[in-house]
């Protein structure tokens, strides 16, 4: 923790972009493996095996450069991306900026990526069985019809990726939130669930939707209502929130929040779709995770599996193991013999 708290003392004095990338430049490098697991929290998520539930969430790795070397810190999956269909440059900069106190982070990136062609070369051809990849697909900003952006991104990576999540979320694209309610979600899953049935029946990889934190609780019960009734397969909540509520800022900064003051929301959030879809699907919960409490937290409220990414900047590698030994050490202490036994055990189903 030491040489982390060094390394990020001199990284913090930069851009967060370019300690991003002199981030990702390192881990390039990376030969240490941190591959302790636990038997209890070893588990089958949409038919793969997951050797833990800890993962780190889309935005990290954007462009697939360093996927490999993000399972040497003992992560259970990765997922990739925001990929969008064509490369784009995401919204002007300065456009990441640091709350050191809040331990968070708002960003107006705008799904920056390489694109699909780029990004689905570094990917295998095939499915990795040992390694469970995810891909994030988006839209681009500019696009005529965000619809045939996401059936893009279910052609392309049906049949390498471990699942695909479509991240209709992003506070950072104008109208793209829009996808979540009702009359545009309907079309939108039929879209692509015609791209799956006609190119990829047999290798269907399970499909997630991100939803955001901000969507009104009417808006979420009608969105649980059509992914229970289309046959998607998970939920991810949540993404960044817009929400300043929890902060105490002199100036107003745009973007999507994230770190620590997004816990509450989004544990909220999934409690609440965990209850409406009566924990007949995977959720994974995104949102503020710095500790094995607070990941704990969150599979009681309903999540199978989590994602972090803020936390990790701010704490650094070591955070992954210590999440996973502190989840088994709880998971034994309150007397479960395994993970799946815990999840939504604080949720009360009506």
């Known amino acids: 923790m030491f040489l982390y708290n060094l390394i990020k003392f001199f990284l913090f004095l930069l851009d967060p972009e370019i300690s991003h990338r002199i981030t990702i430049f390192l881990l390039r490098f990376s030969l240490k493996k941190n591959n302790k697991e636990f038997a209890n929290l070893k588990n089958i998520v949409f038919g793969l095996r997951f050797n833990n539930p800890v993962g780190i969430a889309a ?25 969008t269909p064509q490369p784009q440059s995401g919204n002007p900069k300065p456009r990441v900026f640091r709350l050191k106190k809040e331990e968070a982070i708002i960003n107006s990136l705008g799904f920056n990526s390489e694109g699909f062609e780029a990004i689905k070369i570094r990917l295998p051809s095939k499915r ?53 309610l009702i009359e545009n979600l309907n079309d939108l899953i039929k879209n692509i669930n015609d791209v799956i049935e006609k190119n990829h029946n047999d290798a269907r990889p399970p499909i997630l939707l991100k939803i955001a934190p901000d969507m009104e609780e009417e808006d979420i019960k009608s969105l649980c209502s059509v992914v229970l009734s289309k046959g998607i397969d998970g939920i991810i909540i949540s993404n960044t929130t817009l929400d300043r509520s929890k902060l105490n800022l002199n100036e107003d900064i745009s973007g999507g929040l994230s770190g620590a003051p997004l816990f509450e929301l989004s544990t909220y959030k999934l409690n609440l779709v965990y209850r409406l879809t009566k ?28 994602q972090l990414y803020t936390g990790l900047v701010y ?19 309150d007397g479960f013999e395994n993970i799946s036994n815990a999840v939504g055990i604080d949720v009360k189903i009506k």
């Open 59 to 83: 935005g990290f790795d954007k462009n697939a450069e360093i996927y490999k070397q993000l399972f040497h810190l003992g992560f259970g999956f990765v997922e990739v991306g925001t990929v």
């Open 315 to 333: 704490n650094g590698p070591e955070l992954v193991a210590n999440i996973k030994e502190g989840l088994s050490d709880l998971l034994e202490r």
């Open 128 to 180: 990795d069985i040992d390694q469970i990849v995810g891909v994030n697909i988006g839209a681009n900003k500019e696009s005529e019809n965000f619809i045939e952006d996401y059936k893009k991104g279910i052609e392309n990576f049906s049949n390498c990726a471990s699942y695909i999540t479509v991240n209709i979320s992003s506070p950072n694209t104008p109208g793209l939130r829009d996808l979540q």
């Open 279 to 306: 924990g007949s699907i995977p959720l994974i919960g995104v949102g503020g995770i710095d500790s094995a409490e607070k990941a704990y937290e969150k599979i009681r409220n309903g999540a199978t599996l989590v």
